[in-house]
């Protein structure tokens, strides 16, 4: 049986096809967790991560400049990395789990 993401509390973003979940904020360090969902197609702005971040692809996939990432492969952005993700072409968003040290910062206006 699949998880059914659709019950989350999304927020949407300012981004086209881009919603968050907040699962964990720390203030002082910008660190936490967070549930990403990109529509097929959409894409997240181009950022540099400020520290590690970890990746779980929980459902669909992603492309960046790197490679093509689907459900259940897991990734580490290290700190100082740049990349554009963008969700897979199909049926079903793209829904990621991310974990980071720090935040990121955006390079696209």
């Not at 998880?3 to 919603?19: H, M, V």
């Amino acid at each position: 049986m699949a998880f059914d993401y659709e019950t989350l509390s999304w927020k949407q973003t300012r981004y086209p096809g881009i919603a968050l979940v907040f699962l964990y904020n720390d203030s002082q360090t910008d660190g936490g967790a967070v549930l990403i969902r990109m529509e097929p197609g959409c894409g997240y702005p181009r950022h540099r991560h400020v520290g590690d971040e970890r990746v779980l692809v929980l459902q669909g996939g992603y492309h960046d400049e790197f490679g093509e990432y689907r459900t259940g492969q897991d990734l580490l952005n290290p700190a100082g990395s740049e990349h554009h993700p963008v969700a897979a072409e199909g049926d079903l968003p793209c829904i990621l789990l991310a974990a980071a040290e720090q935040g990121i910062e955006l390079l696209d206006p």
